[in-house]
């Protein structure tokens, strides 16, 4: 008879199980439904985050997330990034970013600003920014808008 579970899964499991024990606040007692239940949803939510990134060729990558040499882009009314990491140049603004063909719903790119560029909401972008040089700007794609990082 095959085992229902593989070893590897019930390793995760209890793994996951000994995390939730120790981050859910101690003590419970007294504790209102709602603020377990926000304290669970937190952990599972960042356990699931890490599982699906884990799951990609062992690494933590996003499924687009390629690391090859990137070109740099210059900022204009709308960029189209091939790669999961782009320095951008220029100081217009952005308020379109083209999205790449192998890019799902939770897609990242990483925007490396060597100039000072905005984001506008005027195309798929949700949130106007102003990029730091330097500090690099994660977008995450959500199947409708680019979300910057800042």
Do not use: E
């Not at 884990?54 to 210059?74: D, K």
């Not at 083209?98 to 195309?123: E, Q, R």
């Amino acid at each position: 008879m095959k085992p229902r579970f593989s070893l590897p899964a019930l390793v995760v499991f209890f793994l996951a199980l000994a995390l939730l024990v120790a981050l859910i606040p101690v003590p419970l007692a007294g504790q209102t439904n709602q603020t377990i239940q926000r304290a669970l949803s937190s952990f599972l939510t960042q356990a699931h985050s890490w599982t699906l990134l884990q799951t990609f060729n062992g690494s933590i990558r996003s499924p687009f997330q390629n690391f090859n040499a990137s070109s740099v882009l210059t900022s204009g009314a709308t960029i189209a990034p091939t790669n999961g990491i782009h320095h951008v140049s220029g100081t217009a603004a952005i308020g379109t970013i083209t999205v790449p063909a192998a890019c799902t719903p939770t897609c990242v790119i990483t925007l490396v600003p060597d100039g000072i560029f905005t984001t506008t909401t005027g195309g798929n972008v949700s949130l106007a920014s102003t990029a730091v040089v330097g500090r690099a700007l994660i977008m995450t794609w959500d199947g409708t808008k680019w979300n910057p990082s800042y």
